[in-house]
C-alpha cells in the first residue's frame, strides 16, 4: 500500500448550498463518468461536500451513489468540483435555500448533459410542472447564478481534457 493524501479546501466543510460535479476516472480504462448533485435537500439537514463525497463511497445504499452506479468505486479516482449558493437555512424558517439549490442542480444536470453527453444520473423530464412553478423556478435562474453554473462546467470540461 502506498501513502496517499487527501486535501479538503475549508469551503468543502461548510454547511452550506451546493451543487457539484463528481468526476469519477477509471484507472485502466481511461474513461470518464460524471454524477450531478447537491447538498440540502427537502427535509431537514444540510452536510458539506465533503460529506456528500464520503456518502458517495459509503456501503449503505441508501446513500452511496457512485457506488451504486459504477459497481467497484475501488476501480476509479475521483475529483468534486462544486460551488455554492448560501448557508444553510433550517426549512421550518424558509424553504427558499431548499428552492434554489433544488433549481441550479436541475440546471446543472441539463448543462452537464449538453456538455458531456452521458452522465450517471440524467435529470428525468417526466412529471408535469404547471406553468406558474415553471416561471418560479426560471426566477431562481438568474444571471449570475447560470455564470457560476457554467463556469462549473467550464471548469471540469478543461480539467477532464488536461486529464485525459
Do not use: W
Request: with cysteine; glycine share 4%.
Amino acid at each position: 500500500m502506498s501513502v496517499c493524501r487527501l486535501h479538503v479546501p475549508a469551503e468543502a466543510t461548510r454547511r452550506e448550498y451546493a451543487v457539484y460535479v463528481m468526476v469519477a476516472h477509471h484507472r485502466t480504462k481511461k474513461s470518464v463518468r460524471l454524477y450531478i448533485g447537491k447538498t440540502g435537500d427537502n427535509r431537514e439537514g444540510c452536510n458539506p461536500v465533503i460529506s456528500r463525497a464520503g456518502n458517495h463511497l459509503s456501503f449503505n445504499r441508501l446513500h452511496a451513489q457512485s457506488r451504486n452506479y459504477l459497481g467497484k468505486p475501488e476501480n476509479y479516482d475521483f475529483d468534486f468540483f462544486f460551488t455554492s449558493f448560501g448557508p444553510y437555512v433550517r426549512p421550518s424558517r424558509s424553504r427558499r435555500g431548499i428552492d434554489l439549490v433544488n433549481q441550479m442542480e436541475r440546471r446543472l444536470n441539463l448543462l452537464a448533459q449538453e456538455a458531456f453527453g452521458e452522465i450517471m444520473n440524467p435529470l428525468k423530464l417526466s412529471r408535469y410542472i404547471t406553468r406558474a412553478e415553471k416561471d418560479r423556478r426560471s426566477r431562481l435562474e438568474t444571471p449570475e447564478r447560470m455564470a457560476r453554473l457554467k463556469e462549473l462546467i467550464k471548469t471540469v470540461r478543461q480539467f477532464i481534457q488536461e486529464d485525459t
